[in-house]
């Protein structure tokens, strides 16, 4: 029987294919104890297992009520991360909506590649007695009234580089006990009602940090207290930098602004009055001196983006992350000309990632870059533009499902890689099948790649 078993496991799993092992504790304690033991019966095939989830479902849990966990599961799921020092390239451990004992982090600790802890909704120990902490990235997300998060920052602190924070600090946080992040370099906070003062407490403590992404409501930035000297790179959504909305706070150190959602004022509704380049002021004044623009747009708000860039004295690079679901039909660019007619800043250098393009969708953006862009000479990109790069991604993931003769159901996921570039480059133009490393073709992602930091 475990013969077969292991061999239907190493048809699924490849030497060289990644593993995630979810488990789901709402499952019967019979079957997670079945499907656990396939992996710790057949040790090669702990040496795939990069990712590990530990989660529970319930559509009407009350998000301040208890957490339950049947104890024959959380024996199971503790004899499963007993092994976690077998599995030579497991990266990311994640539990979402379950009661976190502190033996199953003393476990994951062990591990000499854990990077990434993720804590969704949960339940956290009261206290933290644990090995050393390997973890350099913390997603944690906190249930209402959470107060028991200190001592895990507390632990985790010292090695963190990147923290991805939803909820409130508890209050009061001593000077003596608060955690310190003497190596955090990016910090993803999202705002909730009353929370503004945690993020000022998160960025005090953390005076290495390099990159700041807020997500939530406006009005946050006439709020904060300060923004650190290290600061590099700061990520807002768009809804958030409305005029008025920001008071006369002018960040004059900040070199590279990320925009998310330019096509969107609040929440969902339209930004008619961005058509006109209302936005266009307001980024002036408050962000004087960027020299470096990213932009999460829909295809009609290109123009848009190029003249936010140009109009901006020291923006020489412009990267733009397009939804390619709109219709990718020509909009009409005679309201921007006025604009254009002035000499502008030095923009050199324009990046573009297309998500799910068709063939149809790519010929449409290479002839709005050498139509529109480059030409009639100067073309709306400006006399300085000397380098426009695209990529378009086309890469699927598929799941394959499989299932022993133990009763247990296991998958692995295939991710199919599709990927074109079209280059220009002073006067040159060049194209094929992009087979360059994802990380080198720069950070489209928020924070990037979290378990690579």
Wanted: charged share 20%.
């Amino acid at each position: 029987m475990l013969s077969s078993v292991c061999f239907i496991l190493r048809g699924i799993f490849p030497p060289h294919l990644p593993t995630r092992v979810s488990i789901h504790c709402d499952a019967r304690p019979q079957h997670i104890r079945q499907r656990l033991s396939a992996f710790a019966e057949c040790p090669a095939l702990l040496r795939n297992i990069s990712e590990i989830e530990v989660e529970t479902w319930s559509p009407v849990a009350d998000p301040r009520g208890p957490l339950y966990l049947n104890f024959r599961a959380a024996q199971a799921i503790s004899a499963f991360l007993r092994i976690v020092p077998h599995m030579p390239q497991l990266h990311t451990a994640g539990f979402s909506q379950i009661k976190v004992k502190q033996e199953y982090l003393a476990l994951l600790f062990q591990s000499n590649t854990l990077r990434h802890l993720k804590l969704i909704q949960c339940g956290l120990p009261k206290s933290v007695r644990l090995p050393p902490s390997p973890i350099r990235c913390l997603t944690l997300s906190l249930r209402d009234g959470c107060k028991l998060v200190e001592p895990l920052l507390g632990h985790c602190g010292a090695n963190l580089e990147a923290l991805d924070f939803t909820g409130h600090l508890p209050q009061p946080l001593g000077p003596t006990t608060r955690p310190l992040f003497p190596k955090l370099r990016k910090l993803r906070f999202f705002l909730k009602p009353g929370s503004i003062h945690h993020l000022d407490t998160l960025i005090s403590l953390s005076p290495q940090l390099e990159h700041l992404e807020v997500d939530g409501f406006a009005y946050f930035l006439s709020r904060l207290s300060a923004l650190p000297a290290s600061l590099n790179r700061l990520s807002i959504g768009r809804w958030m930098i409305n005029d008025g909305a920001l008071g006369t706070r002018r960040f004059v150190r900040l070199p590279h602004l990320h925009i998310t959602h330019l096509h969107i004022t609040h929440y969902h509704h339209l930004a008619q009055g961005d058509h006109k380049g209302s936005v266009i002021p307001v980024i002036q004044r408050t962000f004087p001196n960027i020299t470096s623009l990213d932009l999460d747009i829909k295809w009609n708000f290109r123009n848009l983006a190029l003249l936010l860039a140009r109009h901006l004295p020291n923006v020489a690079r412009l990267k733009l992350a397009i939804s390619s679901w709109s219709s990718t039909r020509g909009s009409d660019i005679s309201p921007y000309h006025p604009y254009f007619a002035g000499p502008g800043g030095p923009l050199a250098s324009l990046h573009l990632f297309v998500r799910c393009a068709s063939k149809h969708d790519m010929d449409a953006y290479k002839i709005w870059v050498i139509d529109t862009l480059l030409g009639p000479d100067p073309g709306l990109g400006g006399p300085y533009l000397q380098e426009v790069k695209m990529v378009f991604d086309n890469s699927t993931r598929s799941v394959v499902q499989r299932t022993t003769r133990k009763g247990g159901c296991l998958q692995s996921e295939e991710r199919k890689e599709d990927r074109m570039f079209w280059v220009y480059s002073h006067g040159n133009v060049s194209e094929g099948p992009c087979v360059e490393d994802w990380d080198s073709l720069g950070d489209w992602g928020s924070l990037g790649d979290w378990d690579h930091i």
